[in-house]
């Protein structure tokens, strides 16, 4: 993985190699400026796959011969040679938790080693961050606008940007809330639990009941094997006759389709409704197929709308089959599971909420995998420090300059429990204690000086990468995921809100600014 990296990353190396600098001791910061999607926070995500980068970094024979072709032939070949030489084995890495809820210009990630390699880290690090915490964060907006009990499916995988984004996507929107992946691949690799319904190819497929093959279906509680077809074909009379349409108006082929999928699958049948249409068609040929499977002992787990107005048509779906559970004596029929899809949006979920539905599980594709409202989420990685002496970037535009220095990053909470301030100090001060003042200056009013009292004081960073190894075990993905959930749930409602959230105050001491401005001074 080590040449993935930016060619000029490796114009500076030489530079730095050239000039006897490059084992000078260094420190860089990752984050990122602004918060996404317009929200306050986002998830920190990708930290397991940029440490398992640390471990393997080195060129290898190949790596170091392509660079030979690519870099200026002035380039001297004692430089090449002490490229095959370099690993992570003096690096050191603290970060945030993977799943943390993490703020505009708060470090997600903190390295420290030689010169040389700290800077060819910076574009790998930042590629396998900055997707992942911003899909992460995609996710977590879409669990949080569907609220805790809606099930959630990732089915991006046809809409992403190449395989390796699919992947990512599944893996990391996992984490930020989704119970789901239609990624078989990702189900393998990461063990994100795989989910899938059926699709309108497969309807589309069948023009008559004479395509049936096999007919017959065993009961559950065993015994001769029944002609689910001919089962079916009488509910579909009956059905029918309580939803008062012409039987001949639901289609064949379908009602084909579904039978045969009912048969390969009789404990998991769920219909896609909307390949004709739902009410004359869809709708009455899946409840006579669910109702033959129910008479034979086994339950049809649920129906998705791909199509249409959604939550109006899943509280006319809740309907029907409330009223077939009445009317046949089939209590659980009207708890079948709703699903839907169709270019889902977090402005779906909110018509959902605020027009009501029936439905149970979303399937959400390009609008998460491919993040259209913002498609990146502007991670920079950036020197505090080299050989000891603080670094500044010094630029009119306050929001791009930096924080000079090595820190220790700190999470104060209010008595309610939620955080209400991020703090950065100098590594060599003193952690702020709970319960007593702390005098800060909140980016943005650098001006102004105040005092806050934390209930109670979070360390932010756990250092995770040391000597060449990961030296503090990683959690599972499953572990990560509660993480996130854990973390963005102690959030307050003004900061967790998604639309025009209160600006979440992150704040430097006394003594950090006092750095912060010495420098602005010398370097003006």
């Known amino acids: ?191 994100v639990p795989v989910r899938g319904t059926i699709a309108h190819s497969f309807i589309m497929s069948f023009t008559s009941l004479e395509e049936v093959q096999p007919r017959e279906l065993p009961p559950l509680a065993g015994g001769e094997p029944v002609d689910l077809l001919a089962l079916a074909k009488s509910w579909l009379g009956r059905v029918c006759e309580l939803l008062q349409t012409p039987p001949e108006k639901a289609n064949r082929g379908e009602l084909a389709a579904f039978v045969s999928y009912a048969i390969a699958f009789p404990r998991d049948f769920q219909g896609l409704l909307d390949t004709y249409c739902v009410k004359r068609s869809g709708l009455p040929n899946f409840c006579a197929v669910a109702l033959a499977l129910h008479q034979l002992g086994y339950r049809a787990v649920g129906l998705r709308l791909d199509s249409g107005d959604l939550a109006q048509q899943s509280k006319e779906i809740r309907q029907v089959l409330r009223a077939c559970a009445a009317h046949f004596q089939v209590p659980w029929f009207e708890t079948i599971p709703i699903a839907v899809s169709n270019d889902i949006s977090e402005q779906s979920l909110e018509e959902f909420r605020r027009e009501g539905s029936e439905i149970n599980m979303i399937g959400v ?36 300059m930096t924080i000079p220095g090595t820190k220790t990053i700190y999470r104060l909470y209010d008595t309610a429990g939620h955080p209400f301030m991020d703090l950065m100090a100098l590594e060599e001060e ?62 307050s409602p003004a900061h967790r809100q998604l639309h025009e959230p209160q600006p979440y105050p992150v704040a430097v001491t006394e003594k950090l600014h006092c750095l912060l401005t010495e420098l602005r001074q010398a370097r003006q």
């Not at 952690?431 to 980016?443: F, H, K, M, N, Y």
């Open 430 to 491: 003193p952690s702020p204690s709970a319960g007593q003042e702390v005098a800060v200056r909140v980016l943005g009013r650098l001006g102004e000086a105040s005092k806050v009292v934390p209930t109670t004081v979070e360390p932010l960073h756990h250092t995770y990468f040391r000597d060449g190894q990961v030296c503090e075990p990683l959690p599972s993905l499953p572990e990560v995921r509660s993480h996130a959930q854990a973390s963005l749930s102690l959030l």
């Open 1 to 191: 993985m080590a040449p993935l990296s930016d060619l000029y990353h490796l114009t500076m190396a030489y530079g730095h190699w050239r000039a006897g600098r490059h084992r000078a001791p260094a420190a860089a910061e990752l984050f990122f400026r602004r918060g996404p999607f317009g929200g306050a926070f986002a998830l920190g995500a990708g930290l397991a796959e940029g440490l398992r980068c640390l471990r393997a970094f080195r060129f290898s024979a190949a790596d170091v011969a392509y660079l030979r072709s690519v870099l200026p032939s002035t380039t001297e070949d004692a430089f090449f040679d002490y490229l095959a030489t370099l690993d992570a084995s003096e690096v050191t890495v603290s970060a945030v938790p993977e799943g943390s809820v993490v703020f505009a210009r708060v470090p997600f990630l903190q390295v420290k080693g030689p010169l040389l390699v700290v800077q060819l880290l910076e574009t790998t690090l930042l590629c396998l961050v900055s997707y992942a915490s911003l899909v992460a964060t995609n996710a977590a907006r879409f669990r949080l606008l569907a609220g805790p009990d809606m099930k959630l499916i990732e089915m991006g995988l046809r809409r992403a940007q190449g395989p390796d984004g699919a992947l990512s996507a599944s893996k990391y929107s996992y984490i930020g809330g989704f119970d789901y992946t239609s990624n078989v691949l990702a189900g393998k690799l990461y063990g």
């Open 365 to 400: 594709g390009m609008n998460l995998v491919t993040c259209p409202l913002q498609p990146s989420l502007g991670c920079v990685y950036k020197l505090v420090e080299v050989n000891g002496s603080p670094c500044l970037k010094l630029t009119e535009d306050e929001e791009k």
